[in-house]
C-alpha cells in the first residue's frame, strides 16, 4: 500500500467528490447552530436544514462535500489511554439531499477506497443495518464477496446525531489490519471489540427524523450523509495502528519530546501525558479560535477541563511555566492552510491560552499537595465532596480532573455531596 499524508487523503476525497457533482464547502464552526447540541461532533451538522428541506443546495450540484472540525467529549478521560479515541478530529463527509442515494454512495466509496486510496479490496469489510438486504444486494453487485459483508444491529448501523433529527441506517466499511492486531478468537469479525477490524467509513442513509417521542418521521428525500475519520484513514495509509502514530499527530507529541526533553515510547506515564496534550492542543485552540471562552459551564466548562487537563499533564512532565503556545505554533503551521480561522485568531488562542495556563498554574501545585494530604488522610474509598469542592473553588480543579486523579488511586469522589456544595 502506498503512503499517504494526511493532507493528501484530506484533498484527495475532497476532490474526488468535487468531480462527482458535490460541492464543496467549508468546515462550519465548533459552535453549532442547533440548541440540541453543545458541540460540532460530525461533519452533517451543518447540514441538517437541507436534510429537512427547510434550506435548499444549488441544483448546479448534486450534494457537498466537507473536511469538518469536531470535538466530541463524552470520553475525555479516556483520551490517551487508547489509540483510537480523540477529542478533536476531522471528519471528511459527503452529503446528499436527495440527488443520490445507496447505489451511487456505495459505489463512490469502494472506487475512492480501492482506487485512488488504493486499499487492497480483499482487506475491505462491510457490515448493513439488521434489515437492509438492499445494501448487501449493491455491495454484491459490486463485486464485494459475501462473506464480506455482514449485519448489525442498532448500536452499531443505525446513526444519528442527537436523540432527534435526521437519522438513518448506515453500512460502514472496515479496514482488516491484521490477525497480529487482533483478540485472535475464531470468532473475530467486523464489530468486535478488539482492533483487528478498523471501521473506517460509515455510509448513513438518512432517510428519518427522529421526533421528540422517539418515533422515526420518514424524511421529504432519501440522503447520504457519509463520515471518514480522517485520523484513521490516515493511520491506514501510513501503516500505523494509533492515531498518535500518524503525521500530524505524532508531529504534536514531537513537539512534547522537545519541549520535555522525553522520548515516546520508552515509558507508559510519559507516553499517556504526551498524548493527551497533544490531543487537547488541538481541541483548545479550534475551540478557541470559534470564540468560546473558558468558563464554568457549558461548552467553555468543557473548553477549561481540557485546557486544564493539558496544563496538569505538562506539568506532569516536569514543566512549570506555560508551554501550549509551542503547540499552537505547530497545529496553526500544520493545518492554517485548510482552517484559515486558526491563523486569524491565533493572537486571541495564544492570549485566552497563556491566561488560563498562568492562573491554573500558580493552583495546581497547591491543589496537589492540598490533594494527596486529603488522600492520605482518607479513611474508605471515597473522597468527601466538600474537598473535591474546595480543589474546585479555591485551586481551580475540574471535578471530572479530580476524579480521574482519584481514580488512579483506586479512590472515588463523592460527586452528590460536590454538586450539593456547588448549589449552595
Ligand atoms: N455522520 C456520520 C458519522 O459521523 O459517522
Given at each position: 500500500m502506498k503512503y499517504m499524508t494526511t493532507a493528501e487523503i484530506r484533498e484527495k476525497y475532497l476532490k474526488f467528490f468535487e468531480e462527482k457533482g458535490c460541492k464543496r464547502m467549508p468546515s462550519s464552526s465548533l459552535i453549532p447552530d442547533d440548541p440540541s447540541l453543545l458541540l460540532t461532533s460530525a461533519g452533517m451538522v451543518q447540514f441538517k436544514p437541507y436534510f429537512l428541506h427547510v434550506k435548499e443546495l444549488d441544483p448546479a450540484y448534486v450534494g457537498t462535500t466537507t473536511v469538518q472540525k469536531c470535538v466530541r467529549t463524552n470520553d475525555i478521560d479516556i483520551i490517551g489511554t487508547t489509540g483510537r479515541h480523540l477529542s478533536f478530529f476531522e471528519m471528511l463527509g459527503n452529503f446528499s439531499f436527495g440527488k443520490y442515494f445507496k447505489k451511487e454512495m456505495c459505489a463512490w466509496a469502494l472506487e475512492f477506497s480501492t482506487q485512488v486510496l488504493e486499499l487492497p479490496a480483499e482487506r475491505l469489510y462491510f457490515t448493513v443495518f439488521?434489515?437492509?438486504?438492499?445494501?448487501?444486494?449493491?455491495?454484491?453487485?459490486?463485486?464485494v464477496p459475501e462473506d464480506h459483508i455482514s449485519k448489525l444491529g442498532e448500536d452499531d448501523n443505525f446513526w444519528r446525531?442527537?436523540?432527534?433529527?435526521?437519522?438513518?441506517?448506515?453500512?460502514?466499511i472496515y479496514?482488516?489490519?491484521?490477525?497480529?492486531?487482533?483478540?485472535?478468537k475464531p470468532d473475530c469479525k467486523p464489530g468486535c471489540d478488539c482492533d483487528r477490524?478498523?471501521?473506517?467509513?460509515?455510509?448513513?442513509?438518512?432517510?428519518?427524523?427522529?421526533?421528540?417521542?422517539?418515533?422515526?418521521?420518514?424524511?421529504?428525500?432519501?440522503?447520504i450523509d457519509t463520515g471518514m475519520g480522517l485520523e484513521r484513514i490516515a493511520a491506514i495509509m501510513q501503516g500505523v495502528t494509533n492515531n498518535y502514530d500518524t503525521d500530524v499527530l505524532r508531529g504534536l507529541v514531537a513537539v512534547g519530546e522537545r519541549l520535555f526533553g522525553k522520548t515516546y515510547k520508552t515509558d507508559d506515564a510519559t507516553d499517556l501525558s504526551l498524548r493527551i496534550v497533544a490531543d487537547h492542543s488541538r481541541s483548545v485552540t479550534f475551540m478557541i479560535a470559534d470564540g468560546i471562552l473558558p468558563s464554568n459551564e457549558g461548552r467553555?466548562?468543557?473548553l477549561r477541563r481540557l485546557l486544564r487537563r493539558a496544563v496538569m499533564h505538562g506539568h506532569k512532565l516536569g514543566i512549570e511555566g506555560p508551554f501550549l503556545s509551542h503547540y499552537i505554533e505547530q497545529i496553526v503551521n500544520e493545518m492554517g492552510h485548510v482552517y484559515p480561522e486558526i491563523v486569524e485568531n491565533r493572537e486571541l488562542v495564544e492570549r485566552v491560552v497563556a491566561s488560563e495556563e498562568e492562573r491554573f498554574g500558580a493552583t495546581?501545585?497547591?491543589?496537589?499537595?492540598?490533594?494527596?494530604?486529603?488522600?492520605?488522610?482518607l479513611e474508605g474509598d471515597t473522597l468527601s465532596g466538600k474537598e473535591a469542592f474546595t480543589l474546585h473553588d479555591t485551586y481551580?480543579?475540574?471535578?471530572?480532573?479530580t476524579e480521574e486523579i482519584c481514580a488512579e488511586r483506586g479512590i472515588k469522589v463523592d460527586t452528590a455531596e460536590f454538586e450539593a456544595c456547588m448549589e449552595e
Open positions: 439488521e434489515d437492509d438486504d438492499e445494501t448487501i444486494e449493491i455491495w454484491k453487485n459490486l463485486g446525531a442527537g436523540p432527534t433529527g435526521p437519522c438513518g441506517p448506515c453500512s460502514e479496514f482488516d489490519q491484521g490477525p497480529e492486531v487482533g483478540c485472535g477490524f478498523l471501521e473506517y467509513w460509515n455510509c448513513v442513509f438518512t432517510q428519518f427524523d427522529g421526533q421528540e417521542d422517539g418515533t422515526l418521521a420518514p424524511l421529504k428525500t432519501k440522503n467553555g466548562y468543557v495546581l501545585r497547591q491543589g496537589q499537595a492540598f490533594l494527596d494530604e486529603a488522600l492520605s488522610k481551580g480543579f475540574p471535578v471530572e480532573v
